[in-house]
């Protein structure tokens, strides 16, 4: 059945790509119509699969197979029944859900799921169409940014009904209450109350408005096995709610579910402010060429229709998952301190909010993907992320490294949203407050800060082991075991807080603050504190220097090292890759270590995944490199800047062939696509170019790889960037013809493997000449 699916994709692709015009003119291919959602759908967690949404949208509409825990949840394409459609999938959150039925009530409420099939179904971005078979039901669902739009077509027209559920488990966490009200035949309102989670402790509620084009006859409300109809309304747990419509109507249902975290009334004027009207069929095309203008901000050509698809598809995946938490009015809901409040992001001339305010997972490895991608073709979307973190950190006091409903999180280690913030002012986009944000990632990289926690660590400052940092130079491992928090692995934290030191150091220097200048740059050398020459890796101290015995730099056991082990960790110095290579012997010497590394890592396919049943965890989990995780996502390019980029060439394009390459709903990310980060990095990778340093410099460095593509077009927002466009022309490219023969920009000849930002901005052409062989020369 599930192959089935697929090969009908293909067939759909394949017919669209041979529509020729009355002309005789081929259809030109859409970068929408490539986007295939069903990806690693098998494998989905929570908030990775999307369908019915927008852009970053507050609401992400779609159905869900299984509803217990953050991994394993949503919707899976390996389950054969639909239990509701949930208009949020976010980082420990959900909204509402949602069922179309035929029955009665007290024969639906604990027993309303239903089989569907795979055949039947269709999915695009911002299109979701299902045929729940229980029923006969037909149902389909787009959306705007923060309205769920649904449209259910029913075979059997008596007992037509919705089902409304206001408790249970749904994703991440529990709906443990719920509350709706009848405002009018065809207007329902209320909330469900997300329960406290280990991540984000406080009961977050999700608001929801609904429209219907048609009138309820009844509103059926139940708590536990208490049924009551005519009902104007419940609140309380164990509940739930029934829509029940006259039986006879021909007309499909049209709801309009208005989604707020601020209240029922903000969730009443998205309504008003995005979908004014009842044409269904007008929201989804909108929706489609909504996504298709964000897609084609990068256009690329050749390579296989299947390369293309999907690229697309982790483009796709790049602009979403860490999703708009403001109303259309710009309110939003601050749940920094202990009180929720309402407040107001401040409006532009026009009266618009200016920028949106968003929940997002931990920002841990968006240094090497999203502050790349988003400044350079969607730099609104860098400058909105700034001046959300920004006001989280007038609300709360800390600038967040993964908020969830105007919760802090405290998810992971680190001060990982310093890089992106950092790489954001470099590349000019630099319509947010600096001052403000200097202040604030400074306070975050000091003794109560962000720093000074370990993962969601949410009553305490200690078990980010700032303090041993600042007085020893490095964090012990271990260190305050009985400090309840996660990823307290404290030479993985030694190496991502030292490299965060040095992106706040290029920040205060840009700014002219020299003392803090030096003493940031002083700290980012605390790496080499870890650095153990008789081994030739990063090994772990304790709180009395005494290194850690046993030890194995590649076992990977979460002990000592953040979701990595020593191999990969070692490689975790992108601000001073010159100092690595002393302490190794030589740029030489290091290149040659690294591709060795490589070498030990193809054999897994460069993912800590099992390939074969009889393989063991602690065999897949001791690789030298893992692509399907954040810690070493950079090291293809390393060589770049050791002088042999022909192995950066060759290992980027063994690594997209492995890891990133194919379609099927059983493959994708080979481990956690993490809102963004992983599809963007594909998407970096594909075209070639690549900041292994965050881009955390004045004009900054982007290396070039190997791209995949035979031409790639950058469209410029010109509201940041004086140039139209920069393309990429890759020459005699194939999968053979990998290795960069020479460099032009511009009609001249360049002898070297990277851009400066202000190159790439202003416009223009590059032309790779590629070949099968190797140009050493070329460094």
Known sequence: MKNSFFNKFAIVLLVTFSIFSNNGIKAQEKPVDLVYPHLDAANSRWFFFSSACRPFGLVNLSPDNELGGAWGSGYRYNTEEIKGFSHVHAWQLSALSVMPVNGAAKDLKDNYYSAFSYDKEIVAPGYHKVELDRFGITAELTSTTRVGFHKYTFSNKKQKSILVKLSGPNGPCEINSGEIKKISSRKFSGYVMNAPTRRRPKETPVFFYIELNEAVEDLVTWNDENITEKSKGYKGTNGGAMLIFKDNLDKPVLMKVGISYSNEEEARNNIKAELSHWDFEQIVTESKEEWNNWLSKIEVKGATKTDRVRFYTDLWHGLQGRRIISDASGTYCDFTGEERQIKQIPLDKSGKPKFNHHNFDACWGAQWTISTLWPLAYPKVASDFCNSMLNYYKDGGLIPRGPSGGNYTYVMVGASSTPFVVSTWMKGIQDF???????????????????????????????????????????????????????????????????????????????????????????????????????????????????????????????????????????????????????????????????????????????????????????????????????????????????????????????????????????????????GLMGSLSVLMKIGLFQLDAGATENPKYQIGSPIFNEITISLDDTYYSGKTFKIIAENNSKENMYVQSVKLNGKVLNRVYLRHDEIVSGGELILEMGSEPNKELK
């Open 433 to 675: 407050d600096i001052n403000l944000a200097y202040e604030g990632l400074k306070k975050n990289h000091m003794p109560g800060g962000i720093m000074a926690k370990g993962g969601y660590e949410h009553q305490t400052s200690e078990g980010g082991g700032i303090e041993p940092y600042i007085e020893l130079g490095y964090v012990p491992h271990p260190y305050k075991p009985r400090i309840q928090a996660f990823h307290k692995d404290g030479a993985g934290m030694t190496m991502e807080y030292a490299f965060q030191d040095w992106t706040l150091a290029q920040l205060a220097k840009s700014l002219n603050k020299t003392d803090d200048y030096n003493y940031f740059l002083k700290r980012s050398s605390n790496w080499k504190n870890l650095f153990d020459t008789s081994y030739g890796f990063i090994r772990p101290k304790d709180i009395d220097g005494n290194w850690r015995t046993p030890y194995d730099p590649y076992e990977y056991n979460n002990d000592g090292f953040v979701e990595s082990n020593a191999a990969q960790m070692t490689w975790f110095v992108p601000q001073d890759y010159t100092g690595l290579a002393k302490l190794m012997g030589g740029k030489e010497a290091m290149a040659s270590k690294l591709d060795n590394e490589f070498a030990k890592a193809q054999k897994q396919g460069f993912t800590s995944g099992k390939k074969h049943a009889d393989e063991t965890i602690e065999q897949v989990r001791n690789i030298p490199i893992n692509y399907g995780n954040q810690p070493s996502m950079q090291t293809a390019f390393i060589f770049n800047d050791i002088d042999a980029a022909w192995l950066t060439q060759k290992w980027s394009r063994a690594v997209v062939d492995s890891v990133y390459s194919g379609v099927s709903p059983s493959i994708g990310f080979s481990g956690d696509e993490d809102q």
